[in-house]
């Protein structure tokens, strides 16, 4: 947590006029403390304390396109799940009347755990068993968000999973090209290939989309059950193996070059963990679905996050925010790419 970065604060009187109508406090008069959760790159969020009570908002990053930022997608995603697949927050309130905030934005419950970014796994000096544990728990959620029923719980409108590979080779590419700042060879050969090589027959299910240890919330340091999913902004329907590919895409190895492993920090590089090949072994064992078209799901889960790496970066280009965090992220990008350009090489994913 931190004070709330500078172009980054919230209007409190209609905020608090907002909260009062929703019947979340009593009075808009009352004294309230807002502070700044630093984890993430996209999407803000803030914690509310006021009246004896915390609620989280969140709300789009400053200068994005909306289409990217879709808090009511997240609002309807998670309050959809909750009562099947309630590791997600309680939702309290959505609007899109960007008078108040000038974006649309949510409230939902805070939840109390552990959010495992790298320096809270170097903080607390985690053993090899306990990342098995870890990495065990996490499958454990990722699979079961790919079971549940999007028609029972009414996202069936959520998208259209029929074609999903396909618009998704040629949306991320879009959006790169649209992004980019700097010539990268490697991002035109990636997607080529993608666009030549994808999977044509997959499941359908609902997707995450960016589903990693520091967007999942354990309830203490046994680390045997996964209380929240956190970060649903990109949640829809496809295939399931896509989402598996992102996240791989994340799961940084100790084995990886030292550039590879500064350029996408995860505590996955800790001993214990399981290798990504392990972790598409254990995902097959606990879903039961076999994973074919292997490298593809890697590549795009790695040209994925290079478009999002690039596109967070156009925005710092472009002075729509000054988070020095944003600096090197075309650096980031490139990386990605070349990773990925790797992997179809080698045809292989560690």
């Known amino acids: 947590m931190q004070n709330v970065r500078k172009g980054e604060e919230l209007n409190e009187k209609t905020l608090k006029m907002f909260l009062q109508k929703e019947g979340l406090i009593d009075s808009h008069q009352s004294d309230w403390q807002v502070t700044q959760f630093t984890h993430g790159y996209s999407n803000l969020t803030y914690l509310l304390q006021i009246e004896s009570k915390e609620y989280v908002l969140r709300r789009p990053p400053f200068g994005a396109i909306k289409r990217g930022h879709d808090m009511g997608r997240e609002f309807k995603v998670q309050s959809g799940i909750y009562a099947t697949f309630p590791k997600v927050p309680k939702m309290f309130a959505f609007t899109d009347d960007e008078s108040i905030l000038g974006s649309p934005f949510y409230i939902m419950e805070k939840i109390d755990g552990i959010i495992l970014n790298v320096n809270e796994a170097k903080k607390r000096n985690i053993s090899p068993d306990s990342f098995k544990t870890i990495a065990d728990s996490w499958l454990d959620t990722f699979v079961a968000l790919h079971a549940i029923d999007y028609k029972t719980v009414g996202l069936e409108d959520l998208g ?34 993608m666009e030549e090589n994808q999977p044509k027959i997959y499941r359908h299910s609902l997707v995450h989309n960016d589903f990693k240890y520091d967007n999942v919330v354990f309830k203490d340091d046994s680390w045997k059950e996964v209380i929240a999913v956190l970060d649903w902004e990109m949640a829809t329907l496809g295939d399931p193996l896509m989402d598996l590919g992102t996240s791989l895409g994340y799961w940084t190895m100790a084995t990886d070059h030292p550039f590879v492993q500064q350029g996408i920090p995860s505590p996955t590089i800790m001993d214990g963990n399981p290798g990504r090949s392990e972790i598409v072994a254990l995902y097959i064992q ?14 795009f889960g790695l040209f994925k ?23 090197q992220l075309n650096k980031a990008a490139e990386l990605l790419c070349n990773l990925a350009l790797q992997a179809i090489q080698k045809n292989k994913i560690d």
């Open 286 to 299: 606990k879903s039961g679905r076999d994973v074919d078209h292997l490298v593809f799901y890697y590549v």
């Open 160 to 193: 259209k999973p029929d074609g999903y590979v396909q618009r998704q080779v040629l949306n991320w590419g879009k959006q790169y090209l649209k992004a980019a700042t700097d010539d990268v060879p490697a991002a035109e050969k990636v997607m080529r290939w």
């Open 305 to 327: 996050i290079a478009v999002i790496a690039q596109q967070i970066y156009y925005r710092y280009n472009k002075g729509l925010t000054t988070d020095p965090r944003f600096a």
